[in-house]
């Protein structure tokens, strides 16, 4: 079983950065795909972006230029460095893990970033 603990959520005024990092335990020799979704209030959860054990990543469009995720994979660790942060950015944030991209099967307990106006 694996387990996914987040940190780093938190409020940030627009314009601000944020870090999330997630860090994995258990039974992670099967995770190739790690990401991060998020759920806004009244809105589906929705991907944000992920990446595979070898480096390929997948972004939102939404977010494509102001957020970066990458993966220290001797640290079971995967982070959301996230720029330029929008109103519109507000949500719990949950980190997720998979066999494969796009197919999370173990989700974090999910952090709340807050972006002001």
């Known amino acids: 079983q694996v387990q996914l603990v987040e940190s780093g959520g938190g409020l940030v005024q627009a314009g601000g950065s944020l870090r999330l990092s997630c860090a994995a335990s258990g039974s992670i020799f099967s995770i190739n795909a790690m990401g991060w979704y998020r759920q806004a209030p009244g809105k589906q959860r929705e991907l944000v972006a992920d990446?595979?054990?070898?480096?390929?990543?997948r972004y939102a469009d939404s977010v494509k230029g102001r957020f970066t995720i990458s993966r220290d994979n001797a640290k079971n660790t995967v982070y959301l460095q996230m720029n330029s942060l929008k109103p519109e950015d507000t949500a719990v944030y949950y980190c997720?893990?998979?066999?494969?991209?796009?197919?999370?099967?173990?989700w974090g307990q999910g952090t709340l970033v807050t972006v002001s106006s």
């Open positions: 997720s893990a998979g066999y494969t991209s796009g197919r999370p099967l173990v």
């Open positions: 990446i595979t054990r070898g480096g390929s990543t």
